[in-house]
């Protein structure tokens, strides 16, 4: 058995993502076969299998970070024979040592390099014996799962039966379960349980720096002013079931988040004192609106925007949102979409917030702060009333915007919100 | 003739000079004419040679992808995209010409007789350079952007010198000729500027060839130059040529002209090969993060092999035999090439380097030396 160590794909890398396997134990595997997709700092990177043979083991799971040093995957080599139970060292590369002080695996077996000198001869995984009928999960009124996933997603607080099950025989995979956590967690928190009582070191670097960066220039150059609004949302909420039926709409989301955006580019045509861009000297007001939308994927916060959004109508900016949405998520934002922005929504309603006071884009003006919608007892003509309410929240830069043209365009989202009729105006 | 735009809106200017269509059918642009005859009467030999030089580079550079991604070399430095072009600058040469060559001059190297293992000794980091230059006429592989531009103008002064006051005949038979091989992105570099005014003012016998394969990395060639390099040939005082350097013909015959001119002393002169960098730029560079893959099938559709291919199989009757043998041959170029740098020790060690980089003594190197060896023990200890 050979193990092949990840070596440095890149110049200098340090560590790399497990993206994909494309092989599991017991698969049989030609030389320069693409055994699976890394992620590095810099790219998305295929991994050629460097022997024929049957693949042994994988020492990391998706999601896993590997040390470039760090055993990475085992081979029965054919055709060889003699068995070479020592790691293959990295032959070239500024990797780290196995001792070296890095980021540790976030997740999956914690096994470094050193400790598996002597690995431990094993047997591959047997294939699943082949099952007549398929179980499927719907026939019982139970998920099915293997009690350590269970565990997995109970530790997370997940409710089983609503994770979409890709196992063979219909159950809920640890992969599924990873996938949710993915999805549902900021890629800033580090998975691993670290021990109480100890504290945690991680290495800032990629998107988090990037982050990290434009926050700190953005907060202390510009003076940010903050203001709230409360909005009665009940209307919006209404529309949008009007509009879910329309079949215009059949194939986009649609969601509050669509009207807010609508309402966003027009308020910005009406003020844009929060649709601009401070030079020192000069600044400029900006007559178009490049809508940009606040996104977690997994890399981290990234801000791409939708150009020209004042020129869209509803359908268009909803397909937009759902493009620019999807991209996004699959790591495909081109980087034409993270320039040019003029104004941005985070819509941190999704995380169950009320009200925030988000830091400017870099080189923007104005941020709306997007909160959560929830039924409250509201009055109306003096009588208390069950309403949809929300409270949108906004930065501005003090330098361009005072407190009256924060009131103006907040006004007119607000407005919009109340009585998304007025978009046909 | 094979105008491909790109979204980037780059375009084969139209001075370019071309030959072959796309798909291998004689079909001469414009400003071809003048090169026409000399590029359809290359006889079939020499086109069959360069599509053998670009076949087998192609697929030794999928191998140097693998062995880079099975941890074998440091870096890799694809020329897919680029074969043509060096395929017609190689072959305008005789042996006794002398090649400065990038990084990526890999059908360059093989049209030399250069060992594929020779080539990726210099990829593991394992030597200096990969092979002996005096072997071969051809200096190592420059890392540093242009830094071989004034060397090959220098060199050219010399070669200058030593045929002072040689007949015309004796220049045709024995001249020789260094050509300075470089790209769009090293065009930007200030070396270059002063290799060609000094090539200009000595009269040096030198040929510029740039591959302007687009992209300096992540810069597209739009932002490297607002005019077509070649132009840049008359501010210094000598002709400049643009070829479509995906045409094998075409640039084969262009620098036999380019060549021949520097070779009866006629000075320096420049040529500009457009081509596309079809791969990354190396193995640490992922180009969807700033092309598209729209682009990249548009300029699929250029590809010189496929050209060259069609182009053997029409005007001279090539057939899949031919195809067949010279596929075989890469892939058992391949194979050995495996067998003699997968796991290949290090010929050198690092602590060895140290002496390596002056003849003579020199107390900065010493000085480094002395910190690693106290760093190695205190790694031991």
């Known amino acids: 058995m050979k193990i092949f160590t990840l070596p440095d794909v890149g110049e200098g890398l ?174 800033t928190t580090s998975a691993a349980p670290v021990a109480a009582g100890e504290s945690e070191t991680i290495k800032v670097s990629g998107v988090r720096k990037a982050t990290a960066k434009a926050v700190t220039e953005s907060y202390t150059s510009a003076p940010h002013i903050s203001v709230f609004r409360q909005v009665d949302a009940t209307r919006t909420m209404e529309y949008l079931e009007t509009l879910k039926k329309h079949p215009r709409f059949e194939n986009v989301r649609v969601s509050p988040l669509l009207v807010l955006a609508m309402a966003v580019s027009q308020a910005a045509l009406n003020t844009p004192q929060a649709n601009a861009t401070w030079h020192e000297d000069t600044y400029s007001l900006h007559h178009y609106v490049n809508l940009g939308l606040a996104a977690a994927t997994k890399r981290g916060l990234i801000v791409p925007n939708i150009k020209n ?20 998520r ?14 941005t929504i985070t819509n941190i309603g999704v995380l169950g917030l009320d009200a925030g006071t988000p830091i400017l884009n870099p080189g923007e003006s104005g941020i709306i702060a997007f909160g959560a919608i929830r039924q409250q007892p509201w009055v109306v003509n003096g009588q208390l009333e069950p309403r949809w309410i929300t409270t949108l929240g906004g930065s501005f830069d003090h330098r361009i915007v005072d407190g009256v043209e924060a009131g103006a365009f907040l006004a007119d989202v607000a407005a919009i919100l109340e009585e998304p009729a007025l978009l046909i105006s | 003739m094979s105008t491909i735009s790109s979204p980037t809106g780059h375009q084969l200017p139209e001075e370019a000079i071309g030959v072959l269509s796309t798909d291998g059918f004689i079909d001469p642009t414009e400003s071809a004419k003048a090169f026409v005859d000399d590029a359809t009467a290359i006889d079939h030999e020499r086109v069959a040679e360069m599509y053998r030089l670009m076949a087998n580079t192609r697929r030794i550079d999928q191998e140097g992808v693998n062995l880079q991604r099975q941890g074998q070399l440091v870096l890799w430095t694809p020329s897919v995209g680029q074969e043509a072009a060096q395929a017609g600058a190689v072959t305008a040469l005789e042996d006794r010409d002398w090649i400065f060559p990038t ?69 045709a038979k024995e001249g020789r000729v260094a050509i300075a091989c470089f790209g769009d992105g090293a065009s930007t570099e200030g070396d270059i500027h002063e ?79 457009h081509t596309y960098r079809m791969g990354a730029h190396t193995t640490a ?21 496929v050209r060259t291919e069609q182009y053997l199989r029409r005007r001279f009757d090539y057939t899949d035999a031919f195809f067949d043998e010279v596929t075989g041959e890469g892939e058992q170029l ?38 690693f060896d106290r760093w190695m023990e205190a790694e031991d200890a």
């Open chain 1, 309 to 328: 959004a004042h020129e869209m109508n509803q359908l268009q900016m909803a397909q937009a949102i759902q493009e620019l949405t999807s991209r996004a």
């Open chain 1, 14 to 187: 340090t560590e790399a993502d497990v993206a994909n396997w494309m092989v599991k134990a017991g698969d049989t595997v030609a030389v320069n076969q693409v055994i699976a997709e890394i992620e590095t700092a810099k790219s998305l990177v295929e991994i050629p299998s460097p022997w024929a043979g049957v693949v042994q083991e994988l020492y990391a799971e998706v999601g896993d970070t590997v040390n470039v040093g760090d055993n990475f995957i085992a081979i029965n080599v054919t055709a060889t024979g003699d068995d070479e139970e020592a790691p293959q060292a990295p032959l070239v590369g500024t990797g780290p040592k196995a001792d070296t002080p890095g980021r540790r695996r976030r997740r999956g077996r914690p096994k470094a390099a050193a400790e598996v000198e002597t690995p431990v001869e094993r047997e591959p995984e047997p294939e699943p014996e082949p099952v007549a009928e398929p179980v499927k999960s719907d026939l019982f009124a139970k998920v099915l799962a293997k009690p350590p996933v269970r565990k997995l997603a109970k530790d997370h607080g997940l409710d089983l039966t609503t994770i979409t099950p890709t196992g063979q025989h219909g159950e809920v995979t640890r992969s599924d379960v990873n996938a949710v956590l993915k999805a549902d967690t900021p890629a």
């Open chain 2, 285 to 305: 560079d992922d180009p969807t993060k700033y092309r598209t893959s729209e682009e990249e099938a548009q300029y699929a559709q250029a590809d010189p092999m």
């Open chain 2, 103 to 171: 990084y990526r001059e890999h059908v360059m190297a093989r049209g030399r007789g250069i060992p594929d293992e020779n080539v990726f000794d210099f990829f593991r980091g394992a030597v200096h350079a990969g092979w002996m230059p005096n072997d071969y006429n051809m200096q190592p592989y420059t890392v540093v952007l242009a830094a071989q531009v004034p060397h090959a103008v220098g060199y050219g002064w010399g070669i200058a010198q030593q045929q002072r006051g040689w007949t015309d005949a004796r220049r």
């Open chain 2, 195 to 273: 290799a060609m005014v000094f090539a200009a003012s000595f009269d040096t016998p030198v040929v510029f060839f740039i591959q302007n394969n687009y992209w300096a990395i992540s810069t597209p060639f739009e932002v490297q130059s607002k005019v077509p390099l070649f132009k840049r040939a008359q501010g210094y005082g000598f002709d400049g040529f643009a070829v479509d350097g995906n045409d094998p013909i075409a640039t084969a015959a262009v620098m036999d002209r380019a060549v021949d001119h520097a070779r009866r002393g006629g000075g320096p002169v420049l040529v500009e090969a």
């Open chain 2, 334 to 371: 391949a194979a050995n090439l495996r067998e003699k740098i997968v796991d290949a020790p290090d010929t050198i060690s690092l602590r060895e380097k140290f002496d390596l980089v002056y003849a003579e003594e020199h107390s900065l190197v010493e000085a480094q030396a002395a910190a």
């Open chain 1, 330 to 343: 699959d790591g495909k934002t081109q980087p034409a979409e993270l320039t040019g922005g003029t104004i």
